[in-house]
């Protein structure tokens, strides 16, 4: 996936530059497994972004420096109905309903 990382590009260009990405390229650079679950976090005012839900730490922020890159699976998992929160507490509540998992350190 090309790298777009440390630019300062405005919306527009995120976009159009995001739409270049083929879908199976943007499926694969989200690290996700069964203890790493992606959804979208997009708390009030704010746009959205990637997170996980990782089963030894519970929610996990993503630290992306390339925004074209979050921009594209960001609207990838909205396009294909990942979780969606607008606050930590929708996440809690969604994780303790939905058996994602929780796990001490000395599980495997």
Same mark, same amino acid.
């Given at each position: 996936m090309k790298s777009y990382a440390h630019q300062d590009l405005d919306l527009k260009k995120i976009k159009k530059y995001a739409a270049e990405f083929p879908e199976a390229e943007i499926a694969?650079?989200?690290?996700?497994?069964?203890?790493?679950?992606? #959804?979208? #976090?997009?708390?009030?005012g704010l746009p959205p972004r990637l997170m996980f839900w990782n089963a030894f730490n519970g929610i996990m922020s993503v630290l992306d420096e390339d925004p074209v890159?979050?921009?594209?699976?960001?609207?990838y998992l909205i396009? @294909?109905?990942?979780?969606? #929160?607008? @606050? #930590?507490?929708?996440i809690d509540a969604y994780a303790a309903n939905n058996g994602w998992p929780k796990k001490?350190?000395?599980?495997?």
């Amino acid at each position: 996936m090309k790298s777009y990382a440390h630019q300062d590009l405005d919306l527009k260009k995120i976009k159009k530059y995001a739409a270049e990405f083929p879908e199976a390229e943007i499926a694969a650079s989200i690290d996700s497994n069964v203890d790493n679950i992606p #959804f979208v #976090f997009e708390p009030s005012g704010l746009p959205p972004r990637l997170m996980f839900w990782n089963a030894f730490n519970g929610i996990m922020s993503v630290l992306d420096e390339d925004p074209v890159r979050s921009y594209a699976q960001t609207q990838y998992l909205i396009r @294909t109905g990942a979780p969606h #929160f607008l @606050t #930590f507490e929708e996440i809690d509540a969604y994780a303790a309903n939905n058996g994602w998992p929780k796990k001490q350190r000395n599980e495997s």
